[in-house]
């Protein structure tokens, strides 16, 4: 096979990156402290944290759990929050601490926070108040034996953030009844390390930074073992990628996806830390009227999300209306950015809106297009530097350019393995290190790598392959729709027939202008056979449509 896909990169950044500017993660935010000490770094709620108070705060942090806690290295911290400034203070108090990040999404169900406390063997957890009553029910079944108790203002200061925890609790109603015997407020605990010696710990890279869970809406959720050196990698990738477009010390950066997702956490949290840049939090980025009212107090500079927190900015008409003379980077990743979200962003922004393409288990960067391209190419980009790529059929061997087979990724941001599950990472991790990403794809000559869908999302129509993505690229460009999903249901005649779910922009947009409109772009077999209007369809805390779920209330029907 023409190995044309291990040189492809971006012009003018590195085909390899540089793994031994930093030891840890710890180190990189220490030295990143000591150059913008003084700039902010966080902001939520109209509260701020500079580099230097974020230092003393995750130093205290750190001391608390291992002088107070007396938790031994490498014990493992869960955190379980949305985008709140103690959000990164615990987080890099644990790193700095020499100890493994647990992430759980604050949408568990009892059973998913069970199963991952238990997995992980997590011994503490911090947990924001409005989701303690989930873990009250499962608590005495999990490992976890300290429990860190934040509430939403803790961080903003008296007397806004008394203010802010009253009108959650007692106004808004959004913190349910709960009892924790155990549990030490958050600002208790961060006084308590301040009081408390912190012994710096040696952390090389090849120690475990994260158990980030992944597989959940496929199977049982496993703990993709994600290593300092895996992510410090995929940042200095990202970086690399990112560094002609951004000045250091300089960037505004918006994030609505919450940092517990492997994509804000290394794109948001540390990419734009180790810049020095101010990173604004967005805690309910499902407020779009809210959210856009934040956007419009910051010059922000990099903006990034899902097609469907794009596709949903681009129909708020005050979103329109907002300065965009300072964006520079807006990248899409966790679900395929499609064509007619695409094309309006850059008509509405003047900027481009760039996709890349990842998965937890590669922490998460694996390809990006190019900053400078000038409009949608439909690509999810070039191997980000120290990246190989490589398009295999079932049996691992590599495909011609231009023959659709499994995307397989080798890099150093490649996982560690799935903890306590070696058969399972035997599936995904062939012998000479390619990660199976589960995604079919094509190479172009020029190295650009396009998904045509997950495997396991594929429709078989009478012996023909259809990829739900090409579907909806369609349907969504159409003037009267929202949001699509497709999805394969069984048929008497073809084996399977196309279903589309749709969300409609115009109340008026019947099933038969639906499939009179994809008639005029698809071939007879990948037209949808059924049209079903929602008034929304079901997504994940980040944004992505389940198309599983459609699937199984599809074949649920009689």
Known sequence: MDKIWLRSYQEGVPAEID??????LGEMFEKS?????????????????TYGRLDEL????????QSVLRLPKGARIAIMMPNVLQYPVAMLGALRGGYTVVNCNPLYTPRELEHQLKDSGAEAIVILENFAHTLEEVIARTPVRHVVLARMGDLLGFPKGAIVNFVVKHVKKMVPTWRLPQAVGFNTALGKGGSARFTPVAVTQDDLAFLQYTGGTTGVSKGAMLTHRNILANLAQAHAWIRPAVREGEEIVITALPLYHIFALTANCFTFL??????VLITNPRDIPGFVAELAKYRFSVLTGVNTLFNALLNNAAFNGLDFSSLKVTLGGGMAVQKAVAEKWHQVTGKPLIEAYGLTETSPAATMNPLNIPE??????????????????DDGNDLPLGQAGELCVRGPQVMKGYYNRPEETAKVIMPDGFLRTGDVAVMDERGFVRIVDRKKDMILVSGFNVYPNEVEDVVALHPGVLEVAAVGVPDAKSGEAVKIFVVRKDPGLTAEALIAHCRDSLTGYKVPHYVEFRDELPKTNVGKILRRALRDSAMAKP
């Open 19 to 24: 793994l031994g500017e930093f030891k840890s």
């Open 33 to 49: 402290v000591a150059r913008y000490r003084e700039k902010t770094a966080y902001i939520n709620m109209g509260g701020t944290l």
């Open 58 to 65: 995750s130093r205290n942090f750190a001391a608390y759990l």
């Open 274 to 279: 180790r810049i020095g840049a101010a990173n």
């Open 376 to 393: 949608y190419n439909g690509s999810i980009g070039l191997p980000i530097g120290s990246t190989e790529v490589a398009i295999r059929d």
